[in-house]
Nanobody, 120 residues
């Protein structure tokens, strides 16, 4: 069974850092694209970042470019999202998602999310 489990969310002050983890199981990690999405209260879910586990290519939303970094440890079937210079606008539930492909696109599997709260 395909499973994606997020962890690492919490409460931080503006300007601080946080690292999210997505532990994947039930599939060959190297053949999937893994991404991070977020949904703030009262807003639609938006794409944040994505990585191809096969070639390491990455994507970042303009709102987080230069502050967030996505990376993967294929041996551990884990993807990370390092978030620096956090802003209150980054407050949201962050979701890990996977696509059965080597490039980012429409996602097939989703985790349950982890809450990130950034205070001012």
């Amino acid at each position: 069974e395909v499973q994606l489990v997020e962890s690492g969310g919490g409460l931080v002050q503006a300007g601080g850092s946080l690292r999210l983890s997505c532990a994947a199981s039930g599939f060959t990690f190297d053949d999937y694209a893994i991404g991070w999405f977020r949904q703030a209260p009262g807003k639609e879910r938006e794409g944040v970042s994505c990585i191809s586990s096969s070639d390491g290519s990455t994507y970042y939303a303009d709102s987080v470019k230069g502050r967030f970094t996505i990376s993967s440890d294929n041996a551990k079937n884990t993807v990370y999202l390092q978030m620096n210079s956090l802003k209150p606008e980054d407050t949201a539930v962050y979701y890990c998602a996977a696509r059965i492909a080597t490039q980012c696109g429409g996602m097939d599997y989703w985790g349950k999310g982890t809450l990130v709260t950034v205070s001012s």
